[in-house]
């Protein structure tokens, strides 16, 4: 059983839009090295697109520029689509995050062309919006996205932290994005990472290459 099963419709445009609906289902099996808060496991890319999708319902007020959370959802819900073909490319693992750009653009072509052409480059700008950060919208995307794992390592015994020997310089450059557009969740975040140097989840010093 599969897509193989497919019946169609008769109408191409609604068989374009079901046979992507289910390839989207692929980000169920991309696992990510965020622990999920309860240990069992990894968490998925749906988990975590759903989960940062949510989170931008709740924050906009700490943004320091207005927001269209709608917007925002929308690019929440694509951000890592890519991911189906590219895989997911660990923040911090300096040597997988080389020729990302190129895995990724490649998967955006493969991926979006599956769609018809009108909602296919609807998607794909939502995603290169995210990607640039360059907008408001963006950079508010970009902190649920930066927050959601930050959060996770705070109540998994800095899980991914741990595992990667992370220094102190790597999260900070991560979190930029936060300190910048939302400066008063930063303060929280702040208080974390010295807590995690603290109790020995991060390590102190520069970033490694």
Same mark, same amino acid.
């Given at each position: 059983?599969?897509?193989?099963?497919?019946?169609?419709?008769?109408?191409?445009r609604?068989?374009?839009?079901?046979?992507?609906?289910?390839?989207?289902?692929?980000?169920?099996?991309?696992?990510?090295?965020?622990?999920?808060?309860?240990?069992?496991?990894?968490?998925?890319?749906?988990?975590?697109?759903?989960?940062?999708?949510?989170?931008?319902?709740?924050?906009?007020?700490?943004?320091s520029?207005?927001?269209?959370?709608?917007?925002?959802?929308s690019?929440? @819900?694509?951000?890592?689509?890519? +991911?189906? %073909?590219?895989?997911?490319?660990?923040?911090? /693992?300096? =040597?997988?995050? !080389? *020729?990302?750009?190129?895995?990724?653009?490649?998967?955006?072509?493969?991926?979006?062309?599956?769609?018809?052409?009108?909602?296919?480059?609807?998607?794909r700008?939502?995603?290169?919006?995210?990607?640039?950060?360059?907008?408001?919208?963006?950079?508010?995307?970009?902190c649920?996205?930066?927050?959601?794992?930050?959060?996770?390592?705070?109540?998994?015994?800095?899980?991914?932290?741990?595992?990667?020997?992370?220094?102190?310089?790597?999260?900070?450059?991560?979190?930029?994005? @936060?300190?910048?557009?939302?400066? +008063?969740? %930063?303060?929280?975040?702040t208080?974390?990472? /010295?807590? =995690?140097?603290? !109790? *020995?989840?991060?390590?102190?010093?520069?970033?490694?290459?």
């Open positions: 059983m599969g897509i193989e099963d497919f019946l169609g419709s008769g109408n191409e609604l068989d374009r839009q079901l046979k992507f609906t289910a390839e989207i289902d692929k980000m169920t099996s991309i696992m990510r090295r965020t622990m999920l808060l309860d240990k069992s496991r990894r968490e998925n890319d749906a988990e975590h697109s759903w989960h940062i999708a949510v989170m931008a319902l709740l924050f906009s007020e700490y943004a520029e207005p927001v269209d959370i709608g917007h925002v959802v690019m929440c @819900v694509v951000h890592d689509l890519v +991911e189906i %073909y590219a895989g997911d490319t660990f923040a911090y /693992d300096t =040597a997988g995050n !080389i *020729g990302k750009k190129e895995r990724e653009d490649a998967a955006a072509d493969k991926l979006f062309a599956l769609l018809p052409k009108d909602q296919g480059d609807m998607i700008a939502l995603w290169e919006e995210f990607d640039a950060m360059e907008t408001a919208d963006a950079k508010y995307a970009a649920m996205d930066r927050l959601q794992p930050f959060f996770h390592n705070t109540l998994t015994d800095g899980h991914t932290w741990v595992e990667s020997g992370t220094n102190r310089d790597a999260v900070e450059k991560r979190m930029a994005v @936060v300190r910048e557009f939302m400066p +008063e969740v %930063y303060e929280w975040a208080a974390n990472i /010295d807590h =995690a140097i603290g !109790i *020995g989840w991060l390590n102190e010093g520069e970033e490694r290459s």
